[in-house]
């Protein structure tokens, strides 16, 4: 089955820099790749997500990225803010639906004022 | 629109005791999902339900869990006994057919099994 590896798995950026979270899969057959930030005490929440039809997807200050040829996406947060000290969590899944989704093991970003 | 509803919020039990957890998906959704999140993990997916009907139940325990899911609405998933290893956050989670992939997640039952 599919199987999502993610690093690092904690992460402090200066405010305002730039801060990168990679994670790679092992199903070719992986479609789609979403992902989502998590905050204390809440669940998951989506931030975006991209299509194996892509190779770039950007909402304001963050991005992703995906390497079908390598198996690899990365999101990417630019001008980073305190409010993004969150658990970000990548994912993969071999149906364009959520039901087969597989989640990394998450990565802790912090934010340094 | 109300949001994925949980509860309880945190259960502490002794081991081999009974716990249920309660979920209701945003409504109209009707594809639910309960999750085990471990800590310093992500959500692993423990029972899907398609309106009443569990189609994949794969990574349930069932020597020990159990869920249901009546009405094709809310939903209950139950540990009898509870032992140490189950500590951790259940989450539910829902979709509808027009999402296009985003689930939507309470915001978890925290257990701590003693």
């Known amino acids: 089955g599919e199987n999502v590896e993610q690093h690092p798995s904690t992460l402090s950026v200066q405010e305002g820099d730039s801060a990168v979270i990679k994670c790679t899969y092992s199903?070719?057959?992986?479609?789609?790749f979403p992902w989502y930030k998590q905050e204390l005490g809440k669940g998951p929440q989506l931030i975006i997500d991209i299509r194996s039809n892509v190779g770039e997807k950007k909402d304001q200050r963050i991005a992703v990225t995906l390497n079908k040829t390598a198996k690899h996406f990365s999101l990417h947060i630019t001008e980073t803010q305190p409010e993004d000290s969150a658990v970000y969590f990548c994912?993969?899944?071999?149906?364009?639906?959520?039901?087969?989704?597989?989640f990394g093991s998450g990565t802790r970003l912090s934010i340094r004022p | 629109e109300a949001g994925v509803v949980q509860s309880p919020r945190y259960k502490i039990i002794e081991k081999k005791q009974p716990v249920a957890f309660w979920c209701n998906p945003i409504s109209g959704h009707n594809t639910l999902y309960w999750y085990l999140q471990n800590l310093g993990q992500g959500p692993e997916l423990l029972i899907r339900?398609?309106?009443?009907?569990?189609?994949?139940d794969s990574q349930l325990p069932k020597d020990r869990f159990s869920a249901e899911r009546l009405k094709g609405v809310d939903s209950t998933l139950k540990i009898q006994p509870a032992e140490l290893g189950d500590s951790a956050v259940y989450l539910c989670?829902?979709?509808?057919?027009?999402?296009?992939?985003?689930?939507?997640f309470g915001e978890g039952s925290r257990l701590t099994v003693l």
């Open positions: 989670a829902s979709t509808s057919r027009s999402n296009t992939g985003e689930l939507f």
């Open positions: 199903d070719s057959a992986s479609n789609y």
């Open positions: 339900y398609e309106n009443e009907e569990a189609v994949d």
């Open positions: 994912a993969a899944s071999i149906s364009s639906s959520a039901s087969k989704i597989i």
